[in-house]
């Protein structure tokens, strides 16, 4: 089972990008996909999550509102539609998945897979 993030790049703040995240394996509906996000001399740090159907999400207080994840189980597919994007909001965006109760969400521990990380760029 492999993750594999795309769709990052530069944009102006105030700007939207797409990220997705490609699931491979016959497991997709045991999942649970998140996505994180971690800037230079930051920590990793929760961004949003969702659950196997698709109706449970999570996001961080910080892109609430401007943030929507989605996921489209017959193509193994997630996406994080990122809106009013804000210089703050530049990092390498990672898709982590999780077979775990959702419980404690925004912890990385909690989620055994990961991508390789898409790099976001947001200028003023």
């Known amino acids: 089972v492999q993750l594999q993030a795309s769709g990052g790049g530069l944009v102006q703040a105030g700007g939207s990008l797409r990220l997705s995240c490609a699931f491979s394996?016959?497991?997709?509906?045991?999942?649970?996909v998140g996505w994180f996000r971690q800037a230079p001399g930051k920590e990793r740090e929760f961004v949003s999550v969702?659950?196997?159907?698709?109706?449970?999400?999570y996001y961080a207080d910080s892109v609430k509102g401007r943030f929507t994840i989605s996921r489209d189980n017959a193509k193994n597919m997630v996406y994080l539609q990122m809106n009013e994007l804000d210089p703050e909001d530049a990092a390498v965006y990672y898709c982590?998945?999780?077979?775990?109760?959702?419980?404690?969400?925004?912890?990385?521990?909690?989620?055994?897979?990961w991508g390789q990380g898409t790099l976001v760029t947001v200028s003023s």
């Open positions: 969702v659950g196997w159907s698709g109706s449970d999400t």
């Open positions: 982590a998945a999780t077979t775990r109760p959702l419980g404690r969400y925004y912890t990385p521990r909690l989620y055994d897979l």
């Open positions: 394996g016959r497991t997709f509906l045991a999942y649970a």
